[in-house]
Nanobody, 129 residues
Framework: QLQLVESGGGLVQPGGSLRLSCAGSGFKLDYYNIGWFRQAPGKEREGVSCISGIEGSTNYADPVKGRFTISSDIAKNTVVLQMNSLKPEDTAVYYC??????????????????????WGQGTQVTVSS
């Protein structure tokens, strides 16, 4: 069974940094496309970033380009989201997930109409002074 667990959230001041981790169990993350998503109160869930397991390409939503970096730590079976220059509008619960179908090995896509599964429980990120 594919399971994901997020960690690393917390309270940070504007301009600060956080490092989120998405740990996999039951499968090797670098074989699949892994994405980070977030949902703020009263808003729909939105894609943040993703990394393609086979080819290693990455994709970022416009609001986080240049500030967030996604990477894989194969030894730890973890996908990391490094978040710098955080803004209050980055406040949300952050989730990681696996792109569906699992056999898909093309470039990852966090846009609408793409299916994601094996969602983790989420980790809260709060950016506030």
């Amino acid at each position: 069974q594919l399971q994901l667990v997020e960690s690393g959230g917390g309270l940070v001041q504007p301009g600060g940094s956080l490092r989120l981790s998405c740990a996999g169990s039951g499968f090797k993350l670098d074989y699949y496309n892994i994405g980070w998503f977030r949902q703020a109160p009263g808003k729909e869930r939105e894609g943040v970033s993703c990394i393609s397991g086979i080819e290693g390409s990455t994709n970022y939503a416009d609001p986080v380009k240049g500030r967030f970096t996604i990477s894989s730590d194969i030894a730890k079976n973890t996908v990391v989201l490094q978040m710098n220059s955080l803004k209050p509008e980055d406040t949300a619960v952050y989730y990681c997930a696996v792109e569906q179908p699992l056999w898909f090995s093309g470039p990852c896509d966090i846009g609408p109409g793409v299916d994601w599964g094996s969602w983790g429980q989420g980790t809260q990120v709060t950016v506030s002074s």
